[in-house]
């Protein structure tokens, strides 16, 4: 029994099942006065929070320098209280040249200058813990800035340093001994080769991002024992956690199991890509190496180990990482019973999903992560992060309340990047703007912006002051979105009816029983709506109804045996012609386009 309300993650089906009999058989026993409430077994911080991912470049500047910083992230932390999140996931805030923003760092030790000091750091985890906030750092473990130390003693051939990054020798050309050959024909994931010439070293080395991305070389224990020294160093400085990037890109084939050489990869056949462009070749070697979840569950163990050692609250790991459905399964754990990340992030919402979905386009994607969910794992939703197009764009506007209720009513983790909760869309930035390094490396003035990520992480829009009131600078690091005039977080709270708004009922929703510990059903009850419906015995059902097509639709909720009148309407999207406590009719309803009502029925 409770292992059965916890775990929401197995079949609808089964759930429903058992809860009924278990339901009707208390009910029988004990007669009027109606069955006792489930036994509601506490969780672990973490595993029914609102996660925030804030880009510390784009979200408040505190200094007017057109960049956005620690104090900038310290002095709003009370909008992050007010909207209810529980954890802020920061994008790299370590030393780095910011070739790739942060991604590419040369102490990870230290505050990057731009973002304020290891006080501001400080300041930073005391205020926000006082709030009761956690905070996660985004962990960079492929690679190291060509900056770093690491990658300057490696260059020097120091003792203790020789092998800490991924080179090799040139291939020779049997017919021209005077000519270099790349080792391998893998492509990076920012165009080129992955092998990068070195004079010094007289070496290729590798990059599976930027050249000045260098991928360590996880073969090597000492780079091994150095990534548990930074984890636990920002442990003890009070980090909650890690979001650890790119691990699928941790491993690359071994020469030793191919004749002592880097084998070449055999080429997609897509058509659609030049030849120096990532995904030519099919990246069978240098993404998704088995060897890489080793890596993930010793540092689950040192993670778990921290927290028994320290007494402190669980420290989570969040693993980002495209790949299919069973690769990304595996990073929860393996069969043998080692445990992994706390969870990989589902991208399902972003790969499989557009605004030209169905109702069963969403359903099956949905049903499809938590039906490959290991038992007893922790769900998680992601709608978008600074490396892809933002939300509402992706979508359409007029689907973001919906967007957000389906974020906060799925069972587990909601995953919140900034801008997401006052409905943010791109920002145009033009190609003299672009300051990607995807971009820049592989575009040009024609089609740059199907590889920019810049218009993902225009500066978040506080109000309708100068650069939308995130900076007192009128020029900033990426151009300002046009439509901060109208688009701001202080209009939404002026107005009457905002995302806003929304949102923070939303998360506030989530206290309720039926959302942290109910089962869920899932089912499309027409081609452009369908119905999300967590339910737990003794409390308060909820469900929402959302027509994700683009035009109106009428639904029939008499069949749905869970929803019992009345309906009251808790939640609707702004554009919906209905308000809190109206009352719905199972008999039809009629839903605009992109409407979305957060339901609540009373206890079956
Ligand atoms: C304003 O921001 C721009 C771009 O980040 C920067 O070049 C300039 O120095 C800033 N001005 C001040 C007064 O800091
Ligand atoms: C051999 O390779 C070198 C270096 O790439 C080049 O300069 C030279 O022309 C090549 N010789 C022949 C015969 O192709
Ligand atoms: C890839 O090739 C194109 C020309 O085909 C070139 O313009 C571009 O700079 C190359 N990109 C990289 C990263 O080498
Ligand atoms: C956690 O434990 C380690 C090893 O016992 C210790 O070095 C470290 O100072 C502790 N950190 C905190 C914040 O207590
Ligand atoms: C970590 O791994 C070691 C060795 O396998 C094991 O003895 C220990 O119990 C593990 N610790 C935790 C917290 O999982
Ligand atoms: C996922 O990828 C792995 C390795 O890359 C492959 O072996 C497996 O068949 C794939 N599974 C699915 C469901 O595509
Ligand atoms: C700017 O915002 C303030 C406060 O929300 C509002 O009173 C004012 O009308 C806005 N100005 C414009 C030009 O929209
Ligand atoms: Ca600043
Ligand atoms: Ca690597």
Known sequence: MVSFWKVVGITVGAILVVGAVVGSLT???????????????PLDWWEHTVIYQIYPRSFKDSD?????????ITTQL??????????????????SPMVDFGYDISDFYNIHEEYGTMADFEELVHKAHNLGLKILLDYVPNHASDQSEYFKRSLAREPGYENFFVWADPKLNP??????LVPSNWISEFGGSVWEWSETRQQYYLHQFAKEQVDFNFRDPAVRAEMLNIMEYWFNKGADGYRVDAVAHLFEADPNDHGGVYPDEPLSGNMFLRPNETGYTTQEYTRHLIELYDVIYEWRNFSDSYKEQNKSDTKILLA?????????????????????AHFPFNFELINSLSGKSSARDFVYVIKRWLTYMPAGRIANWVFGNHDQMRMPTRFRVNMVDGMNSLSMLLPGVAITYQGEEIGMRDGYVSWEDTVDVAACNQGNPDNYMQYSRDPARTPFHWDNTTSAGFST??????????????????????????????????????????????????????????ILIRHIITYDTYALLFNVGDVEDTVDLSTIALLRDPLTVHVSSIHSSRVNGDTVSRGGATLRAGEALVLRAPPT
């Open 78 to 95: 009370d909008h992050l209280v007010d909207i209810g999140i529980g954890a802020i996931w920061m994008s790299p805030i370590f030393v």
């Open 64 to 72: 007017g320098d057109g960049i956005g910083d620690l104090k900038g």
């Open 473 to 530: 600078n009128a020029t900033t690091w990426l151009p300002i979105a046009q439509d901060y005039m109208e688009i701001n977080l202080r209009k939404q709270q002026e107005t009457e009816r905002s995302h806003y708004k929304v949102y923070k009922s939303l998360v506030n929703l989530r206290k309720e029983p039926a959302l942290s510990h109910g089962s869920y059903h899932l089912q499309a009850l027409t081609e452009s709506t369908f």
């Open 320 to 340: 980002e990482a495209y790949a299919n459905i069973t690769m990304t399964m595996l990073y929860y754990g393996d069969e043998a019973g080692r445990d992994g």
């Open 175 to 180: 017919n021209n001994i005077s000519e270099r």
């Open 27 to 41: 009910w029988g026993f004990l007669a009027n006065r109606g069955p006792p409430p489930p036994e509601l077994v």
